[in-house]
């Protein structure tokens, strides 16, 4: 039989990894495992946790390996069909609740929703606003209902490219974390970035041609005064300032992630 310090000890991969992946498998939270770690893991356990920690040596994320993420102080299912969600997306909300007046029934859209993470987070901390979620995935819209339905968060879901399944709606506002990574960037065949699918990834040439598509056509379903916010990439921030300018939008900026890198633009129709 084996410990959790020894499992943990033989795991040869990142500890902060490791621990992760061996909370899954025993159903534990941080302190109870460090807390235990004479504590003997079944065979069971170990069998399981020893595959997951050989497929983690291979590169698969933690995620997916164990089928979540945490957002926005959320726990969000995650697979395959999705982007991973992570810390400094959170931003991305931050600034939409800025803009979303707590008591007004304000219509914000989330645009290529993927888990729903982004739009979970914003309806629990906004339920008086009335949230629509879109997706090209119909099985990333799976994944994201039920991440809807685990939190109670009220949002509707509709399945198309952007703006394509909306006729005329109009939003208060409009966030996105659309695909920003230039089509041969090398970071794509590294990483988390080999598993997540890669069309939420790469976005043409340059990274830009989703952010150039959601800025031109926001404008359309955007009520008088409306906010369209993105993340992009850190180098990304002057060219969407100038694609939002040359649009017309108002207001436009670019805020600074806790790396201290551009990570959202937006503006206001």
Known sequence: MTTIAEALDAARIDGADARALLRRVLGVDQAWLVAHPEQLLTQAQHARFRDWVERRR????????????EFYSLEFKVTPAVLIPRAETELLVELALERVEPARPLRVLDLGTGSGSIAVAIARERPAAQLTAVDASREALAVARENAQRHGARVEFVEGSWFSALGGCRFDVIVANPPYIAEDDPHLAQGDLRFEPRVALAAGAQGLDAI??????????????????????????????VLLEAAGYADVFTRRDLAGLDRVSGGRV
């Open 58 to 69: 291979a590169g698969e994320p933690v995620a997916y390996l164990t089928g979540s993420r």
């Open 212 to 241: 150039e598509a959601i800025v031109e056509q926001a404008p359309r379903h955007l009520v008088p005064g409306g906010w369209l916010l993105f993340e992009h990439g850190y180098n990304q921030g002057s060219c969407s300032r």
